[in-house]
């Protein structure tokens, strides 16, 4: 009798942890993008290496990979995740777009961030073309660091920090609300 406990047991415990293993959910999709997507649900977009990707009114579930040389054009879209880019050549994020996560470009070339929410941070790296960074609501800091051909940061709701610091030339700015400190480059905006 006990035996036969012993192995209902066993069973009922392989049957549980067998369809614990068959839930388990699968690996999120990535959609690689040249050209145009409209209104669709990804859950990841990667623009990959001399490509050109123009998102409207997308939603993300996840992040968008921009990948060397490649551009991006974002508009009225909802991302989950990040806005990543890394030796882009342009990133644009605009007119009512909303990032959950942060806009992050770096070494790249042109970045804009205008009329969008983004609710983490905005950080741009070492970029070599000109930036613009104007009338966002930014849940944490801008970070303008090291970029060459120029900045402009205007009118921005900022509840963390505004930094800006070795860049050539100065970047230009004014009216911008902070919550935190206003430092470096970026202290009289």
Do not use: W
């Not at 990959?48 to 054009?73: I, S, W």
């Not at 961030?113 to 613009?132: E, F, G, H, K, P």
């Amino acid at each position: 009798m006990n035996k036969l406990k012993l192995t209902l047991a066993g069973t009922a415990i392989g049957a549980i942890a067998g369809g614990l293993l068959v839930a388990t959910p699968a690996f999120a999709e990535e959609r690689t993008c040249r050209g145009t997507i409209r209104t669709a649900t990804l859950d990841n977009v990667r623009v990959p290496p001399g490509a050109t990707c123009t998102l409207l009114g997308t939603r993300v579930k996840g992040t968008v990979k921009v990948e060397r040389n490649a551009t991006l054009l974002a508009r009225k879209v909802n991302v989950e995740g990040n806005v990543q880019a890394e030796g882009a050549r342009a990133v644009s994020v605009l007119a009512g777009s909303i990032v959950r996560g942060s806009v992050q470009v770096k070494q790249g070339g042109a970045a804009t961030v205008t009329s969008s929410r983004i609710n983490a941070d905005i950080q741009l790296d070492a970029n070599r073309r000109y930036l613009r960074v104007n009338n966002n609501r930014v849940g944490g800091s801008i970070q303008v660091i090291g970029n060459h051909n120029g900045a402009q940061i205007h009118r921005n709701s900022v509840k963390g920090n505004l930094q800006c610091k070795e860049n050539h030339p100065k970047p230009t700015g004014s009216r911008n609300s902070v919550g935190g400190n206003k430092e470096d480059q970026c202290r009289s905006f």
